[in-house]
């Protein structure tokens, strides 16, 4: 199909709403989609790419409106009926079945059969001829659960087009692939736009959405804000249309003096995973640890926060050696820690945003033993106002919350303790940019205060940004140490990578 013209529309969205409880999720949205075109949607957390994409899907059905795919009006009723039709969706989490092989994922529920027996050559032979479709280089046989993310990812690309899909829906098919795997994505991609494959791309990378698409559409609050041409589109214009203000990207050195002295780690070691790393830090010092995978940025912190026992080293907090046996002693002596997972390892989804905020501060608004509610309601409310989470009402279940207002309720958490050290980790990891503004003014207004933050994180331009002094790892141990002004990408990746260091 190389002759595929991109004037032809694969897909009209007109005028959709779509209401959930007193929640209008989706405000008269429009979308058109080409053929053989990557269009990007693009928005902050609760804009309502999701509830179209589901919309889509056949997952939820919208209330008003009209969907027009092939040049037919359609209504879907399920996603098998949105499948039939030639859409397939890829989700952010991938929905596999790791014990099972390739080939079985691939054709899980519609397995060639003859004479109603699994014809497994023929599966076999078709699933490689998808694989190689798709750049990857694997057995169909292999076990799921073998495999990469990225190989994963290509897989569900290969389920897609043996669905025969004429559009692929991508949710975020990048955030969790290396800089080598995304543009190995990037060229899947592009080979499927040759052969008249539409692509809708939803993703929070806004530079790889610009490097990408041919068309970006933007939606903010349920609506509709507009469409722009891969040249029209620039970074500060696409974020200025996301959340309706121009958002200052960048946090310059703000001449905040760190004070005394308040964590040293001394040779800290937990068996390959942290060896020999040692650091200091200031009160009002955002440290930032940098790292590739692998390279014991978290393994060091959960040891800091008493998660998990050291072998060896000491901890220094404020000229006192203290050993934490867990997490409550070190939140007793004033620290906190929001983790990277934060839906398995701090948030409790099927509880409300008022339990989340206060679990943490519960003995102090009880009476004996019984929670005052009154001042667990005061304390709740003052946190989702100070750090404007976007929520209807606190008693609102965690789960219902964007990722942005989630991230929000865990620091809200960690505030109520009034800690002297802040650890975040991955604290921005799949929230939007407009959240991550509020975040990053969060942290440095924490830091004027006095409060100690180490900020683990895998995007350097936050590093770099965020850090005072940067702390970089290689394979469990300290490599290299850098103030603010002699920091760059480049000396940044020398010492994660290893080429440079031998240990601070």
Known sequence: MSDVKLEDT???????????????????????VRRGEVHALVGENGAGKTTLMNVLGGIVAKDSGQVEFNGRVVDFATPADSQTAGIAIIHQELAMLPSLSVMENIYMGRM???????????????????????????????RVRDLSIS??????????????ASLIIMDEPNSSLTDRETQRLFDVIRQLKTKGVSIIFVSHRIEEVLEIA?????????????????????????????????????VEADGRAAGETLLEVRHLA????????????????????????????????????????????????????????????????????????????????????????????????????????????????????RLRVRVPHIETLERNLSG????????????????????????????????KAEIYEMMRDLACQGIGIILISSELPEIL??????????????????????????????YATGIAGNGN
Request: net charge positive; aromatic share 4%.
């Open 10 to 32: 694969v897909l009209k969205v007109r005028d959709v709403v779509k209401h959930f409880g007193g929640v209008q999720a989706l405000r008269g949205v429009s979308l058109d």
């Open 112 to 142: 060639p059969a003859t004479r109603g027996w699994i014809n497994w050559p023929d599966m076999e032979s078709r699933t490689r001829a998808l694989l190689d479709e798709v750049g990857l280089d694997v057995r169909p046989h292999t």
């Open 151 to 164: 190989q994963s990812q290509l897989v569900e690309i290969a389920k897609a087009l043996s669905l025969n």
């Open 214 to 250: 041919d068309r970006i559409t933007v939606l903010r609050d349920g609506g509709y804000v507009g469409t722009l041409t891969a040249q029209e589109a620039s970074v500060d214009r696409v974020i200025s249309m996301m959340v309706g203000r121009e958002l200052v990207r960048s």
């Open 270 to 385: 937990r068996g390959h995973l942290v060896r020999d790393v040692s650091f200091s830090m200031r009160k009002g010092e955002i440290l930032g640890l940098a790292g590739l995978v692998g390279a014991g940025r978290s393994e060091t912190a959960r040891i800091i926060f008493g998660a998990d026992r050291a072998d060896a080293g000491e901890i220094v907090l404020e000229g006192k050696s203290v050993r934490f046996k867990s997490p409550k002693e070190a939140i007793d002596h004033g620290l906190g820690m929001v983790p990277e997972d934060r839906k398995k390892l701090a948030l409790f989804m099927d509880k409300p945003v008022r339990w989340n905020i206060s679990m943490a501060q519960l003995p102090r608004i009880s009476s004996r033993g019984i929670t005052v509610h009154r001042r667990e309601k005061e304390l709740a409310e003052e946190f989702v106002q």
């Open 404 to 435: 942005g207002n989630q991230q929000k309720t865990v620091l809200g958490r960690w505030l109520a303790t009034n800690p002297k050290l802040l650890i975040l980790d991955e604290p921005t990891h799949g929230v939007d940019v407009g959240a």
């Open 465 to 494: 940004t965020m850090s005072d002094r940067i702390v970089i790892m290689h394979e469990g141990r300290v490599t290299g140490i850098l103030d603010r002004a002699e920091a760059s990408e480049d000396k940044v990746m020398t």
